[in-house]
């Protein structure tokens, strides 16, 4: 059974600071990996997508993906009170459909 | 662009009572998925279907739920007969291809009574 694992949280930092949220998975043929964030009583909005080892950057955001270790995490620079919310993590393995983790809640304090 | 459109938005009805859910997925999109969320079982995936077929279904929770996909754009999931622990967001998404990402709806709010 393919599973996507991340801390529930809550992920506590300052504003301001670098907030780093992990997900590792358990289908070494996982191919394309997401970031969602989920806003209390919103539905999951996409932000980052990866789909090679490394890093991939878009304004404040990085998604970073290893594929030996099987884990990709996102780092949200310069993180602002707006960026709290629940985000989610989505690994696809060669089909249509992902498997989600449970998500991380991330609450960035004044 | 559209985005995935889901009705009604919020959805309060009495146990026992049929409830429809409706969703139009984004134009081109050929994937489309129906999921429940809840605060204890997370994001659920219910059904799966490309291009209009239904391919995955085994996370139907058991025969009250129907769902239907008569076209390209449009899909409905059905509750019939609905009952309290039916309760939560349901939300449609919709995805372009075998690698790309879900574009999710604003959800459905049930309570069932």
């Known amino acids: 059974q393919k599973e996507v694992e991340q801390n529930s949280g809550p992920l506590s930092v300052p504003e301001g600071a670098i907030a780093s949220l992990n997900c590792t998975y358990s289908?070494?043929?996982?191919?394309?990996f997401f970031w969602y964030r989920q806003y209390s009583g919103k539905s999951p909005e996409l932000i980052m997508s990866i789909y090679s080892n490394g890093d991939k950057e878009d304004g404040r955001f990085t998604a970073q993906l290893n594929k030996a270790s099987q884990y990709v995490s996102l780092l949200i620079r310069d993180s602002q009170p707006s960026d709290s919310a629940t985000y989610l993590c989505a690994v696809k393995g060669g089909s249509y459909i992902p498997t989600f983790g449970r998500g991380t809640s991330l609450i960035v304090h004044p | 662009d559209a985005g995935v459109i889901q009705s009604p938005r919020h959805e309060v009805t009495e146990m026992g009572q049929e409830v429809t859910l409706r969703c139009k997925p984004i134009s081109g999109h050929n994937s489309l998925f129906w999921y429940r969320q809840t605060m204890m079982r997370g994001l659920e995936l219910l059904i799966y279907?490309?291009?209009?077929?239904?391919?995955?279904d085994s996370g139907m929770p058991e025969d009250r739920f129907s769902a239907k996909m008569p076209n390209a754009s449009f899909s409905t999931l059905k509750i019939q007969p609905s009952e309290p622990r039916d309760s939560a967001v349901y939300f449609c998404?919709?995805?372009?291809?075998?690698?790309?990402?879900?574009?999710f709806g604003d959800g459905t709010r049930l309570s069932i009574l």
């Open positions: 998404a919709s995805s372009l291809g075998e690698n790309q990402p879900q574009h």
């Open positions: 289908d070494r043929g996982s191919q394309s």
């Open positions: 279907f490309n291009n209009n077929v239904p391919i995955d």
